[in-house]
Antibody, heavy 125, light 109 residues
Framework: EVQLVESGGGLVQPGRSLRLSCAAS????????MHWVRQAPGKGLEWVSGISWNSGSIGYADSVKGRFTISRDSAKNSLYLQMNSLRAEDTALYYCAKSHGSGSSYYQYNAMDVWGQGTTVTVSS | EVVLTQSPGTLSLSPGERATLSCRASQSISSSYLAWYQQKPGQAPRLLIY???SRATGIPDRFSGSGSGRDFTLTISRLEPEDFAVYYCQQYGDSTPLTFGGGTKVEIK
């Protein structure tokens, strides 16, 4: 069964850091691009960041550029999101999602066909 | 940034009726890199349609997508009880950042 399991969320003070993880199983992780998407309480979906299968192509939403860093570890079948300088507006449920197609050199050319259940990040003093 | 505007915001229909959801882009989306997702309360989004009109694996054929350029449509031919949810369109491809529409809620009338 294809599965994504996020972890690492929690309550953090403004200005502090947090690292999210996403453990992938049931598919060949190395073949697919991956994404982080967030959803603020009661709001819609916001794409945060994406990474290609080989980490050669990476992108960020303007709202997180310079503060968040996406990475992946093929040995651990895991995706990460390092979040620095957190703000109240970063409060959201963060989803990890898998690209629909495999082998693309760029993260942005596929829809997202498998999603985790999310991990909640709350930024508050 | 490509802005996606979904309409209507809420659609009130009865089971068995046809639902037509619209997604309009602020600029043309190349190669129809447009997807539709369904989200139910407390659940993660589920991919329904990719490349504007291709159904994802396991999606019933009552769901169909159409459109090109700036205007796209998701049609649910006959609403089943499990179809009442929020639907999002998303553009991907040449235009980054990737963006989602604000969503259309399909509720029971």
């Amino acid at each position: 069964e294809v599965q994504l399991v996020e972890s690492g969320g929690g309550l953090v003070q403004p200005g502090r850091s947090l690292r999210l993880s996403c453990a992938a199983s049931g598919f060949t992780f190395d073949d697919y691009g991956m994404h982080w998407v967030r959803q603020a309480p009661g709001k819609g979906l916001e794409w945060v960041s994406g990474i290609s299968w080989n980490s050669g192509s990476i992108g960020y939403a303007d709202s997180v550029k310079g503060r968040f860093t996406i990475s992946r570890d093929s040995a651990k079948n895991s995706l990460y999101l390092q979040m620095n300088s957190l703000r109240a507006e970063d409060t959201a449920l963060y989803y990890c999602a898998k690209s629909h197609g495999s082998g693309s050199s760029y993260y942005q050319y596929n829809a997202m066909d498998v999603w985790g259940q999310g991990t909640t990040v709350t930024v508050s003093s | 940034e490509v802005v996606l505007t979904q309409s209507p915001g809420t659609l009130s229909l009865s089971p068995g009726e046809r639902a037509t959801l619209s997604c309009r882009a602020s600029q043309s989306i190349s190669s129809s890199y447009l997807a539709w997702y369904q989200q139910k309360p407390g659940q993660a989004p589920r991919l329904l349609i990719y490349a504007a009109s291709s159904r994802a694996t396991g999606i019933p054929d009552r769901f169909s997508g159409s459109g090109s350029g700036r205007d796209f449509t998701l049609t649910i031919s006959r609403l089943e009880p499990e179809d009442f949810a929020v639907y999002y369109c998303q553009q991907y491809g040449d235009s980054t950042p990737l963006t989602f529409g604000g969503g259309t809620k399909v509720e029971i009338k």
